[in-house]
């Protein structure tokens, strides 16, 4: 049932513009070349080929997007870390590019919902979240240049997911950084759990950070584990002076 | 002597402006930014540090030109070569970017004549070429963003020297091209060579390629191969149709 569902979504999609419109919520502003985002989300199980017999799907456009990245990140990084040397710096670098991260992404956008394919998206591996990530990201680049690929990429990796203390291993984890805090500054504190899936597909927690009673910070993500370091990250840097002092 | 020469002539250079004389030259815009020029030609022996005890050198700024180079040319290739797949491109690059032709960038441009070092400079092994090629590619994006720095990939690399078919391995040489072409043509060719370092620190080749006793064409090189191999590809590119049709 899967790809048949698929292609009968995605045949709509087409025409109602749904897939436009998803699209749209996802990049955060009108796409101008719709063939191109049309073509990072074909998968090769389409086997559609342009007038010269040229393959058309996602794979060329994860090399663009991949390059995008990293050049992105690289300049993200030179400016943060000015005591790290080249080896330093090409270690974070691969850390914020892993397979694995590109696969969260992919997977937080839910972008395997936009995928035109003959293959049930079920039998896909984990990698392809990347991968589609990635062929966004050089469709972004192809669609609207570079300041605006930037952007994107500062949206959607930089700003929520790159936290230089954690990537130089000086911060584990905020959570634990946060109870060792209130230990020691005998605070009361309170991690409040729900279930806040909504209109997701995927599973989502929510999560109240209480220190004292009063609520601090909250986090939002698709395990309960993340959802409480979103939260003690944004307490951690409510409160970073004190932490800091402190600890 | 030296390394004399070359502090005394760089604090000179530094004192006149020879040193941004030069860089203008070689960039073809005025830079805004000149400390991070004058970064990207410092060598780590210069142990010159900032304010918080980071090292000022051109050993970052390689890793951001590096990144900038790879967007730059993938996003070439990915529209230069629409038949070649991700694996493919990404050979492809590999080869634009080589440790060896790098060097022979940065060898071109004699950048190594502006190097700020303790070291003799010719005490430095053949990698030094490259690593100033991408640091001032680095500087370039860093003093004035993405577009000038493609602007100048493309004035400096891709231009003069990124030849899709010769990539692809589909010309060899350019030369044995046109001699081949001229023999089953019936015609004369004949390349006349002279040197011609003229102001050049290195020295340097002319090559007029005549065929039928007309000059079609000429190149200029550090080598009488490269200008041989530049004067064919010239000839070739004004016959190439009557060429690809008889081959």
């Known amino acids: 049932m899967g790809f048949i569902y698929n ?28 063939a191109i985002y049309k073509k990072a989300f074909t998968h090769r199980s389409m086997n559609i080929k342009d007038k010269k017999g040229n393959p058309i799907n996602y794979e060329r456009l994860e090399f663009v997007g991949d390059a995008m990245l990293g050049s992105v990140i690289a300049s993200y990084l030179y400016s943060k870390v000015p005591h790290g040397d080249e080896g330093y710096l090409t ?16 997977k937080d956008l839910q972008l395997i919902d936009l995928v035109q394919s003959r293959i ?6 984990n990698n392809i979240h990347g991968n589609l990530f990635e062929a966004l990201v050089g469709a972004i680049y192809l669609d609207k240049g570079y300041k605006s690929c930037e952007k994107f990429i500062y949206k959607k990796v930089i700003n929520p997911h790159v936290d230089i203390e954690k990537l130089e291993g000086k911060v584990i984890s905020y959570k634990s950084l946060l109870i060792e805090w209130c230990q020691k500054e005998k605070k009361t504190f309170e991690y409040e759990i729900y279930e806040d899936t909504g209109n997701d597909a995927l599973k989502h927690f929510s999560v109240k950070l209480k220190i004292d009673e009063k609520v601090i ?14 939260a003690s990250k944004r307490a951690f840097f409510a409160f970073q002076r004190e932490m800091t002092k402190s600890s």
Chains 1, 2 share one sequence.
């Open 7 to 34: 292609i009968l979504k995605n045949s709509r999609s087409d025409k109602d513009g749904n897939f436009f419109l998803e699209l749209e919520r996802i990049l955060g502003f009108k796409p101008k070349k719709n």
């Open 91 to 106: 270690k974070m670098r691969s850390k914020v590019v892993s397979r694995q991260h590109l696969n969260e992404l992919g």
């Open 120 to 125: 049930p998206t079920t039998n896909f591996g």
């Open 217 to 230: 910070s909250k986090g939002r993500a698709t395990s309960k584990k993340k959802a409480e370091e979103k």
